[in-house]
Nanobody, 128 residues
Framework: QVQLVESGGGLVQAGGSLRLSCAAS????????MGWFRQAPGKAREFVAAITWSGGSLYYADSVKGRFTISGDNAKNTVYLQTNSLKPEDAAVYYCAVKATSYTGSNRADSSAYYNYWGQGTQVTVSS
C-alpha cells in the first residue's frame, strides 16, 4: 500500500499564497506521476496540476495557469504546489495523487483515473 500525506493548507486572504506539499511512502513502488486535484463543497473533484517524471512534463488546469506551479522530487516521492494570487474560488480541499503502476484507468494526467493512490486532502480557505 502507498500512503500520501498532504500539508500546507490554511486560511489566506485573496491575493495571497500557499505552498502545498505531498509526500508518498509505503511499499516500494515506481512513481510515474503525481498530481493535485481539488474539491469544493457541492462540486465535483477537479484537476489542478500534474507532473510526469518521464520527460518532466507539467500539466495545469486553465483556471490556475500562471498562478500555480507544480514541482517535485521523484527520488523523494514528493510533490509541491505553489499557489499564488489566490482567489475565493480556489478554496477547496486539495488532494494529492500518485500513479504507481504503468497501467491505470486513463492515459491522461488530468484524469483522476490516471492515479492509483490518493491522500486525505488539505483544506485551503481563501477570504475575500
Amino acid at each position: 500500500q502507498v500512503q500520501l500525506v498532504e500539508s500546507g493548507g490554511g486560511l489566506v486572504q485573496a491575493g495571497g499564497s500557499l505552498r502545498l506539499s505531498c509526500a508518498a511512502s509505503g511499499r516500494t513502488f515506481r512513481n510515474y506521476a503525481m498530481g493535485w486535484f481539488r474539491q469544493a463543497p457541492g462540486k465535483a473533484r477537479e484537476f489542478v496540476a500534474a507532473i510526469t517524471w518521464s520527460g518532466g512534463s507539467l500539466y495545469y488546469a486553465d483556471s490556475v495557469k500562471g498562478r500555480f506551479t507544480i514541482s517535485g522530487d521523484n527520488a523523494k516521492n514528493t510533490v509541491y504546489l505553489q499557489t499564488n494570487s489566490l482567489k475565493p474560488e480556489d478554496a477547496a480541499v486539495y488532494y494529492c495523487a500518485v500513479k504507481a503502476t504503468s497501467y491505470t484507468g486513463s492515459n491522461r494526467a488530468d484524469s483522476s483515473a490516471y492515479y492509483n493512490y490518493w491522500g486525505q486532502g488539505t483544506q485551503v480557505t481563501v477570504s475575500s
